[in-house]
């Protein structure tokens, strides 16, 4: 969590340019190796090149330079400065500099610098090692010249600068937006003022643009970075493609472009947090490469030791890259902590990610990424708020991003050679959208169903407390019913998936969207079958009948689908909340266990959680699952070790069980009102709500949600509306 020895925000921060460096053998180096820039010009190579017939300016550097901490060098017989030159900039030297800025050239005084507490045992641990002091001073040199010229794609973010963070400047801050609109903006959007830059983006719109060099841990950069890349030296390289081609295709957090980009010219240039959670997670497919599969992992304890201390001093200096490290510790099964995830909330609201950022005056490449880090960030929040059951920190009336759109993701991120990179990365664009949508009808479930606030409605409305309920749940699972119905055929799980989504046995991570889709479905059902409980004998005996059958209809499609996963499933991505989704349905089946009227229902579910038991043990074994579904074993485990606690339950007739009602024992005015189809197609050897004629250990006969027409939402108006009966819609 944050650090009490933060910097205020409100602390006059000076603008003082960066000491002369001997330029040691490093340094020179670098220089002859500015062919970091890739393509024809090469502005940082000219500047290199003829570095002995320039000399550093002794006088104060230009506005230009002093503003992004450049180094100012000047030849005699020209008046401008060389970074100016090669970006095409108005260098200041040119005319007067005004006096009201040269007085924040003074000296500054480091010794109020904090350091981050984190950080003493790891300088403890580095004292056996050489100091790379003179390094650093030389690599933030290099990074100043690769913002000068070329193709470099960060010169005009604004949340991927490598010298300076950003803060949104919101309405009620000491800043009043008035006088912002007064200040003096050059043709950069910039404005220099006593506590720092202001970077216009939009008319309404402002951010404060800082020095990283201020910041606690800051002075350790260069170490951490040279640490992590110790850490998997010389696999770095190898870890970024695993990366990219299993994980990124299904969660497009990263630039590829960029993050290339920038690995192609050196490591030094990455956040050490961003760099290290990209290792981290690659780690988890070392066998994926046949190379590495043959050698010994990277030291883990000490990669997470690394990207935790480094991640915590980024709060402090946040940009896009302390988001999407985040984000991806928060993927691993040990980091979905709730507590670090408002952190990260909080971090991106003062990147401004919470924002429309369409009309911004920013690259285009970084509204698209903004915008999908913000609906990752969304994600993260609301499957966050199920698995941990905590209320979200993200509210509508407080987020302006618009839809994602097929303009937020790059053009082409794939070899154009490679037919089934291009499709997997397609793919992968369609299940984030969609995954970005259903969080959005998980979203609508918890506000309507599990706030506060909405409990106690349903707790107040007594005896009607159901048909509250189920009257709420009509609009919400019919969105759940159009969701899926709409998905396209790239990411469905149905028979002809294996010639459409898994081309030569690649990996396929559709299973973490599909299976979300059953949690969203549970989380439901679970509130309309406790209020069946709450409200006891108040609820028509037909109507429980109906909720039951529905609710186990959704139970028997999430166990056929677990059942029907394969290896190029299990061994894939998996978003974060897929260890708890699959806990929840065996929770599910323990909750309709538990409510059984009768013996005979109970004995049927028993017999389904040790069958579904079994699956989740054979997908969890080594070389597949690698542990994906312990966690849901562990707790089912825990279930039916409560629920032989529940005393025995009375024999009941087949009519009078919910699970022995066939649809042949429902009078025939009812099934042609369509009250039991309930989007659910069983095989022909069993009736919906029998056990009898069941395969033994095997429901994958059984379709998949709404694969035939379903008329759920015929229930609705089965029941008169004044009666407060609203049914479920599939």
């Known amino acids: 969590m944050s650090n009490p020895s933060a910097v205020t925000r409100t602390a006059p921060i000076a603008i003082a340019p960066k000491p002369p460096r001997r330029q040691n053998s490093y340094l ?115 990074e100043d010249m690769a913002n000068v010229g070329g193709p470099t794609l960060l010169k005009r973010t604004l949340g991927l600068q490598n010298d300076r963070y950003s803060q949104y400047i919101g309405p009620t801050t000491d800043f009043e937006p008035s006088l912002i609109n007064l200040s003096p903006f050059n043709p950069q959007d910039e404005s220099l003022l006593a506590r720092g830059t202001l970077r216009k983006v939009s008319d309404d719109d402002t ?55 920038k690995y192609e010219r050196s490591y030094r240039e990455f956040s050490p947090c961003l760099l290290a959670a990209v290792y981290l997670f690659a780690i988890n ?98 499957w966050g708020s199920l698995v941990h059951g905590r209320p979200s920190h993200i509210f509508s009336t407080n987020w302006g991003v618009q839809p994602l759109t097929e303009h937020d993701f790059p053009d082409v991120e794939w070899d154009e050679k490679d037919v089934e990179e291009k499709l997997d990365i397609e793919r992968g664009r369609i299940l984030f959208g969609q995954m970005v949508q259903l969080s959005q009808i998980l979203a609508e479930i918890l506000d309507t169903f599990y706030s506060l606030h909405a409990m106690q409605n349903v707790t107040n409305a007594g005896g009607q407390g159901t048909h509250m309920v189920l009257g709420m749940a009509k609009p919400i699972q019919l969105k759940l019913k159009e969701w899926y119905a709409s998905l396209p055929a790239a990411i469905r799980m149905d028979s002809t998936y294996s010639s459409i989504s898994a081309p030569s046995g690649r990996l396929s991570s559709i299973g973490y969207l599909h299976l979300a889709y059953f949690a969203a479905e549970i989380t439901l059902h679970r509130r309309i079958i406790r209020s069946l409980e709450a409200t006891g004998s108040a609820v028509d005996s037909y109507v429980q009948h109906i909720c039951r059958s529905a609710a186990k209809a959704r139970l028997i499609s999430a166990m056929d689908f677990v059942n029907r996963l394969n290896t190029s499933h299990l061994r894939s991505f998996w978003y974060f909340a897929s260890k708890t989704n699959f806990a929840l349905i ?28 079994w699956t989740l043990s054979v997908s969890s074994k080594p070389g597949e699952g690698k542990g ?103």
């Not at 800025?101 to 005084?109: E, I, P, S, T």
């Not at 606690?216 to 998997?232: A, K, N, R, S, T």
């Not at 266990?593 to 389904?608: I, K, L, M, Q, V």
């Not at 395969?695 to 008169?720: G, K």
Request: proline share 7%.
């Open 586 to 613: 065996g929770t599910f089946g323990s909750l309709l266990w538990a409510t059984s009227p009768g013996r005979e229902e109970a004995d049927w579910y028993r017999r389904r959680l040790g069958e579904y038991r």
């Open 285 to 382: 497919w070392w066998e994926h490469d046949e190379e590495l599969a043959q050698l010994p992992r990277p030291n883990i304890p000490n990669l997470e030791r690394m990207i935790r201390t480094t991640l915590a001093d980024a709060i402090y200096r946040p940009k896009l890259s302390t988001i999407q490290a985040g984000l991806l510790l928060s993927q691993r099964p040990e980091g979905d902590q709730w507590a670090p995830t408002a952190q990260l909330v909080a971090t991106a609201q003062e990147l401004g990610l919470h924002l429309d950022c369409t009309h911004w005056k920013i690259p285009p490449w970084e509204k698209g990424l903004r915008k999908r880090l913000a609906w990752a960030l969304y994600m993260q929040d609301k």
């Open 28 to 142: 020179q180096e670098a220089f002859t190796n500015l062919e970091l820039f890739r393509g024809g010009s090469m502005p940082g190579r000219e500047i290199a090149e003829s570095v002995g017939s320039y000399t550093t300016r002794s006088l104060s550097p230009c506005e230009s330079c002093q503003r992004s901490r450049f180094k100012c060098i000047v030849s005699e017989d020209e008046d401008s400065c060389i970074p100016c030159q090669a970006s095409g900039s108005d260098c200041s030297l040119l005319n007067s500099p005004q006096p009201r800025k040269r007085k924040l050239n003074g000296d500054f005084d480091d010794s109020g610098k904090r350091s981050s507490p984190a950080r003493a045992d790891i300088r403890r641990r580095r004292q056996h090692q050489p100091s790379l002091s003179s390094t650093t001073g030389s690599s933030s040199f290099l």
């Open 628 to 730: 994906l579904t312990m966690f849901a074993m562990t707790m089912l485990d825990i279930s039916t070790g409560l629920l032989k606690k529940l005393p025995e339950k009375p024999s009941m007739s087949r009519s009078g069980s919910v699970v022995d009602i066939g649809l042949g024992s429902i009078s025939s005015s009812f099934a042609n009102n369509g009250l039991l189809s309930l989007g659910q197609s069983a095989p022909a050897t069993m009736s919906l709500g029998g056990f009898s004629g069941l395969p033994s250990a095997d429901v994958s006969n059984a379709q998949s949600p709404l694969s035939v027409d379903s008329s759920d939402d015929e229930m609705y108006e089965t029941f008169a509306p004044t009666s407060g009966m609203a049914g479920l819609a599939e």
């Open 207 to 261: 951010f404060l643009l800082l020095p990283d060099s201020n910041t606690p841990g800051h002075e350790h950069i260069l170490e951490d970075i040279e640490e992590i890349e110790g850490l998997v030296r010389p696999h770095g390289r190898k870890l970024v493609d695993l990366y990219f081609r299993i994980v990124h295709p299904a969660f497009p957090i990263i630039q590829k472009t960029v993050f290339l980009e």
